[in-house]
């Protein structure tokens, strides 16, 4: 049973340019969540998604972020226009329900550089 | 929202030495307290966790101990190892908010031989 799975490992951008990093949970899992951490610092909660709802997006910043979990392929975390401070290591993690929802497995992450 | 403070941000023990790391948290409504291990470059690892009705936990040479009244929680490494040399961060989160943990700033740990 492969574990979160996420890519590209490694993205490198322009500024203005859009940045997509896609995530595939655990098989059987169906929520995911998207978390950044910034160099040197600790992870910051984004966004919880179920297939096809947003349910908690409080860290997202308003502008710019976006993200999805359709009802085939995987969860989809875009950044519109990024910019030099959007450069980190954007980690996802996934259950199988919300009730056991606090123990995180996360993926190898997706390190987003933008020159 | 939930504050997590962790100290120290940097330590440096010997092998065989014992490691204490310390967090406190804000939101009494926290009731899972979970450590993550990250190598560099590497993902965070979950290493250990405890959940709010019990005051300590161990696993082998990691425990972790938590006292609700103070709102603090540390983690404590016996027979310091040099694999054990990474950045340990601390996290606070509460059943039924879906795993919207808040994170310490992390402790570099160091061992030297």
């Known amino acids: 049973n492969a574990g979160v799975m996420q890519n590209p490992r490694h993205l490198v951008r322009r500024r203005g340019q859009e940045a997509r990093l896609r995530c595939s949970p655990m098989?059987?899992?169906?929520?995911v969540y998207w978390y950044r951490q910034l160099p040197e610092e600790g992870l910051k909660f984004m966004v919880y998604?179920?297939?096809?709802?947003?349910?908690?997006e409080s860290g997202m910043p308003k502008e710019r972020f976006s993200a999805e979990f359709p009802k085939e392929g995987p969860s989809i975390l875009r950044i519109q226009q990024v910019v030099r401070g959007d450069s980190a290591a954007y980690f996802c993690?996934?259950?199988?329900?919300?009730?056991?929802?606090?123990?995180?497995?996360f993926g190898a992450g997706s390190r987003l550089t933008v020159l | 929202g939930e504050n997590v403070e962790q100290h120290p941000s940097t330590l440096s023990v010997q092998e065989g030495d014992s490691a204490v790391i310390k967090c406190t948290y804000s939101?009494?409504?926290?009731?899972?307290f979970p450590w993550y291990k990250q190598e560099l470059g590497k993902r965070p690892q979950l290493i250990i966790d405890?959940?709010?009705?019990?005051g300590e936990k161990k696993d082998q040479r990691i425990a972790v101990t938590l006292n609700k009244t103070a709102k603090h929680f540390s983690l404590h490494i016996t027979e310091t190892q040099p694999e054990d040399s990474a950045v340990y961060f601390c996290?606070?989160?509460?059943?039924?908010?879906?795993?919207?943990?808040?994170f310490g700033t992390g402790t570099r740990l160091q061992v030297m031989l």
């Open positions: 993690a996934s259950t199988k329900s919300p009730s056991r929802a606090n123990v995180l497995t």
């Open positions: 098989k059987g899992h169906s929520h």
């Open positions: 998604l179920q297939k096809e709802n947003i349910i908690d």
């Open positions: 939101d009494s409504a926290s009731n899972y």
């Open positions: 405890i959940r709010s009705n019990v």
């Open positions: 996290a606070a989160g509460a059943t039924g908010t879906a795993s919207k943990l808040t």
